[in-house]
């Protein structure tokens, strides 16, 4: 998802409930536009559990369930790191 030159660049899926949907995106769109300009973004809605198996399915990079606990797993089955994922402060 990085170009030659650095940027971060790309499609990224991301999924939510609708109950969520209809106050984060906005937010979460303009956030993402300011930090990263070269990202598009997919939104789909759905439920938490479908959303869960959207991500281990590989089919959604990033969830935002409506749930206390929600850790995808990689096709090992081994928890997604926090350190894995970008880091806002990158250039």
């Known amino acids: 998802m990085r170009s030659g030159i650095g940027d971060v ?3 990224v899926s991301v999924g939510m409930p609708g109950s969520l ?5 906005g937010p979460f769109i303009e956030r ?11 939104i789909t809605d759905a ?3 479908s ?3 959207e991500v281990e399915k590989g089919r959604l990079d990033l969830a935002l369930p409506f749930e206390d606990e929600f850790f995808p797993r990689r096709a090992s089955g081994a ?6 994922l970008p880091d ?4």
Request: negative net charge; charged residues 25%; aromatic residues 2%.
């Open 32 to 42: 993402c536009r300011a930090a990263y300009p070269k990202i598009t973004l997919r």
């Open 47 to 49: 439920d938490s559990d």
């Open 21 to 25: 949907s209809s106050t984060l995106v």
């Open 88 to 91: 806002q402060q990158q250039g």
């Open 9 to 11: 660049e790309g499609v």
């Open 79 to 84: 928890a997604v790191p926090a350190e894995s």
């Open 51 to 53: 959303l869960r198996d």
